[in-house]
């Protein structure tokens, strides 16, 4: 059935393009001001996005990530580091790794490793070093920059070049949040 197979792909290629993958932003200058405590949100057409951070009583740094988009996406990582979830009835993880030895009160660094299985194996990966700061006035903004953020969108039967298997394209993303609260917050408290 490849018509069911060039939908999907264009569906795992549709979320990677939301996901930012237009012209790579420059990342904002960093600020020292505010905290990473609570809930900070980024929302754009057809997509949502929500970050909980909170720092445990030893000092490691844990996050929450929601992400939503109109095309039937959801994943809440529920403050696991790798979360496994089903998208359109494929598997998919994404784990995002904090490196709790070399971020500190004003930088988190980790990785961003998400990879998603699709119909006749098609397959998405996504990877990447990140960094998570905080911006603007009095730091009420979040930047989470994956640069490079590795991406390979491939299927069994190429239709597209950009889809054969072991094709990589390199890009930045760089999602800027805004906070909403100091706290952490219900997904459904958050004023979208």
Do not use: C
Not at 55 to 83: I, P, S
Not at 152 to 162: F, G, K, M, N
Request: hydrophobic share 40%.
């Amino acid at each position: 059935m490849k018509i069911g197979r060039n939908l999907l792909t264009a569906g795992l290629l549709a979320v990677a393009v939301t996901a930012g993958l237009g012209v790579p932003l420059q990342p904002p200058p960093e600020t020292t001001a505010g905290s990473f405590t609570g809930t900070w949100t980024r929302v754009e057409p057809g997509q949502r996005q929500a970050l909980q951070i909170r720092q445990a009583g030893d000092g490691r740094f844990e996050v929450r990530f929601y992400w939503w988009t109109a095309d039937d996406f959801l994943l809440d990582t529920g403050w696991e580091v790798e979360h496994e979830y089903r998208w359109r009835g494929f598997p998919g993880t994404l784990a995002i790794r904090i490196d709790q030895e070399r971020s500190t009160p004003d930088r988190l660094v980790g990785r961003w490793e998400r990879r998603q299985q699709g119909a006749d194996k098609s397959r998405l990966r996504e990877e990447g070093p990140l960094t998570i700061y905080r911006t603007g006035d009095n730091g009420w903004k979040l930047a989470m920059v994956i640069d490079p953020l590795t991406i390979e969108a491939s299927v069994d039967e190429p239709i597209a070049p950009y889809e054969s298997a072991g094709r990589e394209r390199t890009t930045r993303r760089v999602w800027i949040m805004r906070r909403v609260a100091r706290r952490l917050i219900a997904w459904d408290e958050i004023p979208w």
